[in-house]
């Protein structure tokens, strides 16, 4: 870089103010008054929200004893803020403190009535609708998950975590307890759709996790939905049990499916469903699958044709979930009250079959579906796990059927793939922030002095200095690296006068009693 050809120049500026001479019995200024900055703060969900302001940063360069006076300049309408001491230096604000942006003044007066004024704005930062999910939330059709803030400034910067915590646990399932759904900014509503391996035995809770940043002020929100449970918006119904097929004997009980569309609580029965499915049955199987539909038959057996007969039971589950297997059900003789005798005093030859075979077809028709991972349930250590769960489905159509058809067959679709896995096996080493001495101010006074400060992330077991990302993983305590200073007037008061001794009296001077003596005055900036 060249070398300017002007020499350095520097300039020295002194300023006299004349009406300022602390030995003179007379001088009076104003006092300062300082509310002091603007406050964020989050509302206690409880209602115990209790504000604190402080004027203890004002002042009077001439001494004097001060008197304050606080006074709410604007609240949010429909609270009820009370100052219990609105005449001390600081003063707590209770009541019914709502979200929203409240305006306090202090007066601050001397003795000679001289008063000055300042203000302080207080932001008090609400959920004020919890997270909940819209109506028409169903699993193939999708949910929006909404909830709303409040009282948020609006230079503020907003990020939202939405997690799915199982809160019942299920039955042979192996869902996580936690699902992080989104973390996304300022949006108050966000699609979500549910995967189908969701256990919907089990009840759910969406938690809202917000962080509020203003300037180097960070609030933290949390909110939680109520218990809910996913549902499917078509659900199969079974109608009335037609009568048994045989006055004596065994028979069979028949009956009809209808489809119910949940969202519309509109039900279609369709009584001639043994010989083709309608459309709205169509609809349950395209979305269920065999999930959750109802037998059509079952045996029955109103007495026996002679004194005795065979009364037989429901057959059982097939011992293989496809291809050929065998199921049973019991057979007992009874008489006409309806009560077991011994099976001699019933025909042999009648007897009906205790066990048969059973084929639910090539298990090559099936196949596994998977969810996808969870995150991880720790971020480091020995017991970190994902989790993800299996379903059987079909492989023509993609249709879920019962989790046991995929099970145990000879024919089998494979081996299940791992449902659980290890994740984040290492060392868990805390860290934290280690911040440096403040450095000096960038203003003597006004409105936008700031000092700053250095800030290390350093690892409790090594004391090593190491990225700042294993802090934020680590959840470390945040510490701000700069904060404001010297946020008052520029006036008088910042200036001190240097009054020197009197000079010896000179000689008298013809005409006057006494000659002269003199002193020496200068000011200066209390910072030099």
Known sequence: MAKSMFPDIRIQVTVIDDDYDPDDPNFDSDPVASAGPDQYLVRDAGGGTVLTLDGSQSYALDGDDLSYQWEIVSAVPGSAPTLTSPTATSTFVTGNILAGAYTFKITVSDPSDHATSDEVVVWVVDVSTQPRLLDGCY??????????????????????????????????????????????????????????????????????????????TQLLLQAASAEFKLAY???????SWSDC??????????????????????????????????????????????????????????????STGWRSGAW?????????????????????????????????????????????????????????????????????????????????????????????????????ETTVRECNRRTCEPFYYLAGPWGTCTKACGPDGTRKRSLQCVSAVTGVETDFELCDEAGAFPVSQEEPCNRHPCQAAMYSVEVSTWSSCSAPVTGRPCGVRNRTLSCTTRHG
């Not at 799915?164 to 996304?184: R, Y």
């Not at 918006?233 to 109608?239: D, E, H, K, T, W």
């Not at 009956?255 to 349950?284: F, H, I, N």
Request: net charge positive; charged share 15%.
């Open 233 to 239: 918006s078509f659900a199969y119904q079974g109608l």
């Open 245 to 306: 097929s045989a006055a004596c004997g065994s028979g069979v009980r028949r009956r009809a499916l209808a489809c119910t569309y949940v969202a519309g609580a509109e039900t279609s029965p369709d009584v001639s469903s043994s010989a083709g499915t309608t459309a709205t049955l169509g609809q349950c199987a395209a979305v269920l699958g065999y999930q959750g539909r109802p037998a059509t038959s079952r045996v029955c057996f109103e007495k026996p044709c002679g």
């Open 139 to 216: 699993v193939d059709t999708g949910c929006v998950i909404a909830f709303a803030l409040s009282g948020v400034p609006p230079t503020a910067t907003v990020q939202s975590l939405v997690v799915l915590h199982k809160v019942a646990a299920s039955i042979g399932g192996n869902a996580a307890e936690n699902t992080v759904l989104a973390f996304s900014s300022p949006g108050t509503a966000m699609p979500w759709r549910p995967d189908p391996a969701l256990d919907l035995r089990a009840s759910f809770v969406i938690k809202l996790s917000v962080s509020v940043k203003i300037g180097t």
């Open 316 to 416: 059982s589950t097939c011992s293989q979930s496809c291809g050929v297997g065998a199921r049973t059900r019991l057979v007992e003789c009874v008489d006409t009250s309806g009560s077991v005798v011994a099976d001699s005093l019933c025909s042999q030859a009648d007897r009906p079959a205790a066990q048969e075979e059973c084929n639910l077809g090539q298990c090559s028709d099936l196949e596994w579906y998977y969810s996808t991972w969870t995150s991880c349930s720790q971020p480091c250590g020995n017991t970190g796990t994902q989790r993800r769960r299996a379903l059987c489905r079909e492989r023509a159509t993609g249709l879920l059927v019962p989790y046991s058809r995929c099970v145990g067959a000879s024919a089998s679709p494979g081996a299940q």
